[in-house]
Nanobody, 114 residues
Framework: QVRLVESGGGLVQPGGSLRLSCVASGSAFRIYGMAWYRQAPGKQRELVADISAMYETNYADSVKGRFTISRNNAEKTLYLQMNSLKPEDTAVYYC????????WGQGIQVTVSS
């Protein structure tokens, strides 16, 4: 069982920045495949970015060049640095782990609005 706890969301103006964090339980953190997903009202959940145990990263086209996913294995933490935020980035963001089974965080709201 893997428990995920997200933090760092909130309200930000267009063009601003936020950093999301996701602390994971479990001794096998360093081999987890991890990702951030988001779900906007009335839309399906979509992949934002993922990072493998070998630090290979992948991004949705809509966030390339603006968002950076990273991980700190010593702190068992996944990050999403979000810069140049746009109103269309408004969504609930979810931390995800793929390790034997699939695990989701509780979700955290990010609102981009003036």
């Amino acid at each position: 069982q893997v428990r995920l706890v997200e933090s760092g969301g909130g309200l930000v103006q267009p063009g601003g920045s936020l950093r999301l964090s996701c602390v994971a339980s479990g001794s096998a953190f360093r081999i987890y495949g991890m990702a951030w997903y988001r779900q906007a009202p009335g839309k399906q959940r979509e992949l934002v970015a993922d990072i493998s145990a070998m630090y290979e990263t992948n991004y949705a086209d809509s966030v390339k060049g603006r968002f950076t996913i990273s991980r700190n294995n010593a702190e068992k933490t996944l990050y999403l640095q979000m810069n140049s935020l746009k109103p269309e980035d408004t969504a609930v963001y979810y931390c995800y782990v793929n390790y034997i089974s699939q695990y989701w965080g509780q979700g955290i709201q990010v609102t981009v609005s003036s």
